[in-house]
């Protein structure tokens, strides 16, 4: 079981990668760096809430684990 704390460094680095990619994805069908900008920090803004939640969901789910 994750602690909230790892789940959150998980979230956080998942974020970090995705906004990277998202702002690369951005620029290129864009052409603007502050339009791929800002739509890649709304999608890791997104992201990052659903990434927690999901997580912390299944984080109680017991199925699948071998340590349960």
């Known amino acids: 079981m994750d602690t909230p ?3 959150l460094v998980k979230a956080l680095l998942w ?3 995705g906004l990277l990619m998202m702002s690369l994805v951005g620029l ?3 052409g603007s760096v502050q339009l791929g900008g800002a739509m890649a ?3 890791a803004a ?3 809430l659903c990434y927690m939640g999901y997580e912390r969901i299944w984080d109680r789910i017991g199925w ?4 349960g």
């Open 5 to 7: 704390q790892r789940s």
């Open 15 to 17: 974020t970090l990668l």
């Open 46 to 48: 997104l992201g990052l």
């Open 64 to 67: 699948g684990r071998l340590d």
């Open 41 to 43: 920090l709304v999608n």
């Open 28 to 30: 290129l069908f864009t």
